[in-house]
């Protein structure tokens, strides 16, 4: 896609914010087939600029963490379940995270910049999110407004939060966020900004010139400057979005089970174990190899969500499993979103679905809530990290 000529303008959809930059990001706006998540990343570096794929499917330094959140996945072994009478009608893949009904156990991750990908942005993410029935987090980080987000999704929806140094601008965005119909708030505690992968930056770091973080833009309602992130974050932080909003907070990006008692003691709600796909800081654990020691510190006293290298049906019963009551999907959303706009990001969502529903069979687990640990045998280096 060359980024010059008005031929980009075409099929830009009439609510697309900024005037097109020429960037070429996707228009599509249909369902996709999906043999399977990953199966559509090279699909979509066809579909969208090379600097959109980039910074989508890169992450921080070596990408050591990247490939270890895949990697580590193989060290948990299903250990299925025979002859338990189960069938397909009874497979309930269903949960109640704090107070949302979600169809199956896993949501849209909280991630920025959409319109790196699609002209529409995050509006079509979330109205493909909706029409899969899928909770929606929407992301600090939007090219659009969370206002224009949650009109956009029939589903559920929760506001994640990179708190701003400037308290008024953060309590602003809370505000305007339980306003819209948020219904809880997701504090990420593992990001500095934007990810920069080394390809990314050897390219110059080359955001569309007409990009925006539409929750920071005066003319719709917003103020402050999104990159002046408040990074000396602690337990007392949690306390000041609870005051302003009364909902529910989920801490996202933890990893170390000594992390959990005080986090929680500070009033959250829920815990969500990530290394932010790899994107922030290299050479953390695999999420997945994280997850059982950080649900044994948690302990049932609040819900733990995992994120980061979930692409399967097995990994989503792998994280569940674990001591994870549901889990978050990144980049493959993203893949949906460039090859089919809203539709395409049904279409994954509904694939992965698809898949987990005859996993789940063939695992010999009725619900969700029948997985334990028993249904895994935990090998390798994922298993050192539990001794340890
Ligand atoms: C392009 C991109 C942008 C992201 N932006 C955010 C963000 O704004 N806020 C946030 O909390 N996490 C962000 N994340 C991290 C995701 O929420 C999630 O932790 C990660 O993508 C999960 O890993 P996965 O992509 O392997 O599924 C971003 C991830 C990607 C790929
Ligand atoms: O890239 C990221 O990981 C991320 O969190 C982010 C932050 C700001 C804008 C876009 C993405």
Redesign the pocket.
């Known amino acids: 896609q060359a980024d010059t000529g008005s031929e980009a303008t075409a099929g830009v959809a009439s609510d697309a914010v900024s005037p097109p930059s020429g960037y070429g990001a996707s228009t599509a706006s249909s369902h996709i087939d999906v043999i399977s998540l990953p199966r559509l990343r090279e699909p979509f570096r066809e579909a969208i600029p090379e600097a959109g794929y980039v910074?989508?499917t890169g992450a921080k330094g070596d990408e050591w963490t990247l490939r270890e959140?895949r990697r580590a996945m193989e060290d948990f072994r299903i250990m299925t379940h025979r002859l338990t009478g189960v069938s397909s009608g009874d497979v309930d893949l269903s949960v109640e995270i704090l107070g949302e009904r979600m169809p199956f156990p896993f949501f849209v991750?909280?991630?920025?910049?959409h319109r790196m990908t699609h002209e529409e942005g995050e509006v079509a993410t979330a109205r493909g999110a909706g029409m899969a029935g899928a909770l929606y987090c929407s992301?600090?980080?939007s090219n659009r407004t969370l206002e224009e987000i949650a009109e956009a999704t029939t589903g559920s929806k929760w506001f994640?939060l990179?708190f701003n140094r400037d308290e008024d601008v953060t309590r602003s965005l809370l505000r305007r966020a339980k306003a819209a119909g948020y219904s809880a708030i997701?504090l990420?505690a593992d990001?500095l900004g934007p990810?920069t992968p080394d390809d990314f930056l050897a390219m110059g770091m080359p955001f569309r010139s007409d990009m925006t973080f539409g929750n920071h833009d005066p003319a719709k309602g917003g103020s402050g400057d999104f990159f002046a992130q408040k990074v000396d974050l602690t337990p007392e932080d949690i306390k000041l979005i609870k005051d302003e909003t009364g909902l529910p907070v989920i801490v996202?990006g933890i990893l170390r089970p000594e992390d959990v008692d005080p986090i929680i003691a500070g009033g959250a709600d829920a815990i969500q174990v990530?290394n932010?796909?790899g994107?922030q800081i290299d050479g953390v654990p695999g999420a997945i190899s994280a997850l059982p020691l950080v649900a044994r510190a948690v302990n049932g006293r609040v819900p733990v969500i995992m994120?980061?290298?979930?692409r399967r049906g097995i990994d989503v019963i792998r994280a569940l499993s674990m001591g994870a009551d549901c889990v978050?999907?990144?980049?493959?959303v993203?893949y949906g979103l460039g090859l089919g706009g809203a539709p395409g990001v049904q279409s994954v969502l509904e694939a992965l679905a698809s898949e987990l529903r005859s996993d789940m069979l063939l695992t010999g687990a009725r619900s969700v809530a029948d997985l334990d640990p028993s249904y895994i045998s935990v090998t390798g280096p994922s298993a050192t990290m539990q001794e340890g």
Do not use: E, L, W
């Not at 991750?109 to 910049?113: S, T």
């Not at 978050?328 to 493959?332: H, I, L, Q, S």
């Open positions: 910074f989508v959140n991750a909280p991630m920025g910049a992301s600090g980080a994640q990179y997701v990420t990001a990810g996202k990530s932010h796909g994107r994120d980061s290298g979930i978050a999907v990144g980049r493959p993203m």
